[in-house]
Nanobody
Framework: QVQLVESGGGLVQPGGSLRLSCAAS????????MGWYRQAPGKQRELVAR?????????ADSVKGRFTISISRENDKYTMYLQMDSLKPEDTAVYFC???????????WGQGTQVTVSS
């Protein structure tokens, strides 16, 4: 099993920045990728950014050049970050951390953190 704790959401003005964190503990040896997804009201959940433990990254077109995903490992924990710059109102959503692992149930989700971009 993998346990996830998210933090870092909040209210920010357009053009501002936020950093989200997701700490993964438990069976971290089984993790091969981590990612951030978001879901706005009335919309489907979508991939924002994903990173493998080998360092490969991919981003949604809508956030390229503005968001940066990174990952670090310390002893028995992985921590994933999403640095969000030049935020726009359309970035408003609940952001979820997802871990992909080789142990059942293979996909682990965080509880979600609200990001609101508004003046």
């Amino acid at each position: 099993q993998v346990q996830l704790v998210e933090s870092g959401g909040g209210l920010v003005q357009p053009g501002g920045s936020l950093r989200l964190s997701c700490a993964a503990s438990g069976s971290i040896f089984s993790i091969y990728a981590m990612g951030w997804y978001r879901q706005a009201p009335g919309k489907q959940r979508e991939l924002v950014a994903r990173i493998t433990t080998g360092g490969s990254r991919n981003y949604a077109d809508s956030v390229k050049g503005r968001f940066t995903i990174s990952i670090s490992r310390e002893n028995d924990k992985y921590t994933m970050y999403l640095q969000m710059d030049s935020l726009k109102p359309e970035d408003t959503a609940v952001y979820f951390c997802k871990v992909q692992a080789t142990v059942s149930p293979y996909d682990f989700w965080g509880q979600g953190t609200q990001v609101t971009v508004s003046s």
